[in-house]
């Protein structure tokens, strides 16, 4: 047997680190994380103070309807890196999915039930759903590289989308129902609220308050979930404290649950202040939540960090490494689908080149958020935060007038800038 | 006085959470033959890689003189550019490439960038005829046996004008007859003035060629011995640093009846359908008894045991698996584990870890169901059995966080097999459980298997260490060539018993 670096197989144990090293560590394999947001803060600001209007709340409002299909597709896209794949075909599979919900909708004369747009979503995230296990069948039980059957599926469903679309023309409008899902806003179930009434003078002038009116519904959601998110980090530091494991520095703690409840409240008044929370806000912070849930706390999201990270080791543990690829694969294809109606749904109507080139953006948002493209590490979290850089780039330097073509140059170096900075933490820790 | 061409002073490397090598001093003479002792995991293949620069000057400490002037390797490059040429054990060539391509690799005859084939595979057929090749220079590396290729490395060294030969377990995977061949090229090269430093395991080997033997245990010299004084057990002595007997712990067994039988199991070769690789194996094995596999590298052990957990080897597999004397059904690795069998592999950097995730998730993966509800896991019953059997194998680690990646090999056997004991099996198969550790570990894992036993489980042991065999075991099989052609208690086994065994099956197999 040689020694290998870096895990000798040495006769002396003897532990050349010690001291209490769980809090530092927890602080050390976090950094990074905390850093992903101060980039994005750092961003953010910086477009601010540079166009004065990235903050302004119908900007926010523009930033996460333009961006959260990307998201949505990132979260997909995450488990299938993590696993150890890669799926190229998903702005194709978005491209079609949307194709076919405007035909369905607009042009085949399918009667009410199955012309209904929610009944049509359904369908379209079952089709996607389908569409991901035909990929995933060919990666997962033939053993062919997710590159080369993704790379297939990308020409397959561009063309599909642009043969169903008859050609180069686009099919709309849509329902105005179904543009909801990207263009609408939470309904007003509480009414609005002024916040200091305005005082007006005998010529109608306001002489004193804002005048501004918050919607109540939004308002009550974004506080009820603030709340949530801090009781239950108390919560869980309360059960790890009382069976008498070392959680992270208290100041520490209380610290981020600060900030981060502090700018989620800001969030949430920004949108409240408009019209609201967007409705494919709220869908993408619920599948972000659901996402999670499955990466951290269930058995299903262990297993494909435990596939990606060494598959043979996985399949020795009882795994099973085939069905479980299918289903990240399946996963994929709901979530491309869903991508899809999102951007039929912004731009009203089916075009041929809808989501074209997006399963980089896709893929960029993942490695940005610190995914490792040998399988086994990335987080949702910083997926989410990746894909915000990449969206906040895009607005800002939108609003900046900045060339699209120099947006690519940019954003591709920032993409590589990450990663770099991933490699090199890596090498030197 | 003799000159030496190396002197290594005071080597001192230092790896997360370990020390590898401390103090080490090793000097060489000019045209001898150094061999290199010890156990695995002992620190030679890790002094190679400092000498020869895989360990930049600068990541340890200490001194190295190479001809009377002290060197700061940055890389391998520049040990090469001294003469100092080492062959690793995994050998470095590329298969699809042919034996000239090889042994010209970074380092062609070339004029601007323009290879000259010609003369390439002139100079290929002077050093493979150094060597004792006869092989065309544009022979794919992949269609020579290991034996030659590792004669191609040899003549790819010579093509670098080396003047201190490294040679890290040559022999290991080679057979009697290759090995006699490169012992003897490596006699020859000493009468040419080459020096060679020879890392092996083989005591008879370094009995034959070698001129000084250098101990190394636990990361530090233990001795330097001259050809006078080399003798096995001298050798063994220093090696193990205490005598043979307190190597295994004491145990009391206590036999019950049969728990775990296997019928009439055949297998045959996954890429080669015609070949069987494993032929109608019988094994029983008793409640609370330990039971070895004896064998030879190529015995088949680790393809049986890896086609009777889960069929995770081979095709064609036929026969009867009984638990408790009712058959059961072991086609899936999944099934295998709820029947109550599990598997600690042989390689388990390969097959036994995620080398990038915690010592909790590892230990946790092949029971998930066991620390978590409805598929949502249970955070703190988990960091609970983490810690707990942390404690019960005595992993050394600052806490479960810890990556099993920058473990040293006996704590990640450890992990290993706190996976399995963690999925409460009744019938554990260790696989080669020692290889790769060192001493102090070693009993830790003995231990930790009389434990096992005591508790009333099935242990069968594949090893190829035989005096480890006779240590831990109560009954003993011999395999060979895939069939079981021995069965012997441990009381009256020896080594002699079991080479018998081997030899006599390999005449059966013959006619």
Redesign the interface.
Known sequence: ???????????????????P??PV??LASNLREYGLVLALIAIMVFFQLTTGTLFKPVNLSNLVQQNSFIIVMALGMLLVIVSGHIDLSVGSVAGFIGALAAMMMVIWPLGGFLGNPLVVSIICLAIGGAIGAAQGYWIAYHRIPSFIVTLAGMLVFRGMCQGLLGGGSSVGPLPDSFKALSSGFLPELLGTWTLIPPTVNAAGKTIFGSGVTLNMTTVVLGVIAVLAYAISGVGARR??EK?G?AAEPFALFLVKTVVISALALFFVYQFAVYRGFPIVLVVMGILVAIFVFITR????G??V??MG??I?????????TERLTLYVFVNMGVLSALGGLIIAARLGQAVPAAGLGSELDVIAAVFIGGA?AMG??GQVISTVVGGFIMGVMNNGMSIMGVNVDWQQVVKGLVLLGAVIFDVYNKNKG | MPSYILEMQDITKTFPGVKALSNVNLKVEEGEIHAICGENGAGKSTLMKVLSGVYPSGDYEGKIIYRGEECHFKGIHDSEEKGIVIIHQELALVPMLSIAENIFLGNEHAHWGVINWHANETRTRQLLAKVGLSEDPQTLITNIGTGKQQLVEIAKALSKDVELLILDEPTASLSEKDSQALLDLLLEFKRQGITSIIISHKLNEINRVADHVTVIRDGRTIETLDRSQISEDRIITSMVGRSLEDRYPPRDPKIGEPIFEVKNWSVYHPQHPERQVIKNIDITVRKGEVVGIAGLMGAGRTEFAMSLFGRSYGRKITGEVFLHGKAIDVSTVGKAVDRGLAYVTEDRKVFGLNLIDTIKNNITIANLPGVSNVGVIDELKELDVANDYRQKTNIRSPSVFQKTGNLSGGNQQKVVLSKWLFSSPEVLILDEPTRGIDVGAKYEIYTIIARLAAEGRAIIVISSEMPELLGISDRIYVMNEGRMVGEMAASDASQEKIMRAIVRGEGKAAS
């Not at chain 1, 047997?1 to 001291?19: E, I, N, R």
């Open positions: 047997m040689t020694d290998t670096a870096p895990t000798p197989q040495t006769g002396v144990a003897q532990d050349v680190s010690g001291g090293r769980v560590s927890s059960t790890r069976h494991y706390h269930t058995t299903i262990r297993r960090y435990a990270g060494n043979k080791a996985a399949q020795l543990s009882g795994i099973k490792s086994g590490v």
